[in-house]
């Protein structure tokens, strides 16, 4: 695809726009301002954008891309930048458009149990906001403190709670989209129920920012769970951590959360965060599992039910947390661990994702596919459905085996989940890092529709550019 060059005369159409304080480009701002633009939290990855441009409503949104779809600019929509497959990179320079403006929370209707938000709001504000009323939007990406509601959109990011409540597309009723071409769009209504025409809400959906820009969200929300057990389960052997979740689950128990960690995940993200924690010379891995509900009795036994399944493995002692201290201290130490990797060394993150059940083979397979390229992995995630995330640590390794001997066995692992039933991103998204991986997954049939959907929306390709496929 040929694009045109950003000239002088077209960033001053775009500061008509926005005003000259909302576009910066190298020249206007501090360096280490303007290159925290061209970067995400993908491995060591940089590309400058030609200019960034931050918008404040759908108008001005609309505005932007109709001038890049007349010029043929490219454009890359940017959230906060959390993101791990390198979806807000601007790998082909022109706009970067960020939201960080468009951060309203605009309604929260209590009577129907829905919130209209702007894709620049993060995370965690909007769920304090909504639990002050009683209501509860569970979509916790491990960023929840700093990710944006539209980046989580653009990957239909999961979290520890999508295991019992489905990820960001289950809470979604309606968007506003401003279109590649600039116009502007709802792609559904504000009803649980919708069966008129295409599903273009859930198109959007995990499009990674591919086929226009969102900028108002309409979500369901529900009522805040009033209680919570969490305990910490150490195991003896991995696999037999991996076993217990599905286990578990054919109980009849399903918890709002069941996540695994390694024994060096969970070491290097307590010793990051300075939270002792007594990790015995026998204790391979861990599971984190709460519950949650309405009626705490009910809660405890279940509790109860999952002690009697845990009985069966070769467990230590198990950690009740006692108290909403140490509930949040061993929830930070799970969400942090990729801040600690991060701390340790540069890293490429695989997010695999396979049925459960299949997670025991996962594992044991990275390992030894691990063992015979020599690299070492950190393995956590989200067991409870299955989403393994592969932390690939650098390490020692050589330029030329971290860019290109690390190819043949990240497919290996790839084609390992697709045997297992899974794919290669459960809620990373694929990105400009694992577009070369796709064809793993996909058949060129489906990439196929996938690109005629594409050229429908985005004739002129301009939108988030060299992504995906």
């Known amino acids: 695809m040929e694009y045109q060059v950003l000239t002088p005369a077209l960033v001053a159409e775009l500061e008509t726009i926005v005003g000259p304080q909302h576009v910066l480009t190298a020249q206007r701002v501090e360096a280490d301002v303007y290159a925290d633009y061209g970067r995400d939290h993908t491995e060591d990855f940089h590309f400058a954008p030609d200019v960034v441009v931050r918008p404040a409503n759908a108008e001005e949104v609309s505005a932007i891309v109709r001038l890049c779809h007349q010029h043929h600019i490219p454009i890359t929509p940017r959230g906060a930048g959390t993101g791990l497959s390198g979806g807000a990179l601007p790998i082909h320079q022109g706009v970067l458009l960020s939201t960080e403006r468009l951060n309203r929370i605009l309604e929260i209707d209590e009577r129907n149990l829905q919130a209209t938000v702007e894709p620049g709001v993060v995370n965690e504000v909007f769920q304090n906001a909504v639990k002050e009323v009683g209501l509860f939007y569970p979509p916790d990406p491990a960023s929840k403190g ?86 910490l389960v150490p195991f003896r052997r991995e696999e037999q951590a991996a076993e217990a979740v599905s286990a578990v689950f054919r109980a009849g128990i399903i918890p709002s959360g069941m996540e695994f960690m390694e024994r060096e995940a969970i070491a290097w993200s307590s010793d990051y965060l300075k939270i002792p924690l007594t990790l015995p010379e026998d204790i391979l891995a861990h599971l984190l599992i709460e519950l949650d509900g309405q009626d705490l009795e009910q809660l405890y036994k279940e509790a109860e039910q999952v002690y009697a399944v845990l009985e069966r493995y070769d467990v230590g002692e198990i950690l009740l947390a006692d108290n909403a201290t140490q509930k949040d201290e061993l929830w930070k130490i799970r969400r942090n661990i990729g801040n600690s990797v991060r701390y340790n060394s540069v890293y490429k993150e695989e997010d695999t994702v396979v049925p459960r059940a299949e997670l025991p083979t996962l594992l044991k397979g990275v390992k030894e596919i691990g063992a015979r390229y020599g690299f070492k992995s950190v393995c956590y995630g989200h067991a409870g459905d299955g989403n393994l995330h592969v932390n690939i640590i650098r390490g020692e390794l050589t330029d030329e085996q971290w860019n290109v001997g690390l190819r043949q066995p990240i497919s290996e692992i790839f084609e390992l989940c697709v045997k297992l039933g899974g794919t290669i991103s459960g809620e990373h998204g694929i990105g400009l890092v694992q577009k070369g991986y796709i064809g793993i997954a996909l058949k060129e049939a489906n990439l196929n529709l996938m690109r005629g959907i594409k050229q429908v929306f985005d004739p002129h390709g301009i939108m988030n550019p060299g992504k995906i496929f």
């Open 146 to 231: 700093s990710c944006f509601l539209g980046g989580n959109l653009a990957h239909s990011s999961g979290g520890p709670k999508a295991v019992k409540y489905g990820t960001t597309r289950d809470y979604v009723l309606n968007l506003q989209v401003v279109l590649p071409t600039g116009d502007i769009i709802w792609t559904a209504a504000n009803t649980l129920k919708n069966s008129t025409g295409y599903n273009l809400t859930q198109l959007m959906i995990g499009s990674e920012g591919t086929l226009g820009i969102i900028t108002k969200v309409v979500f369901r929300l529900l009522p805040y769970p009033q209680h919570t057990i969490l305990m």
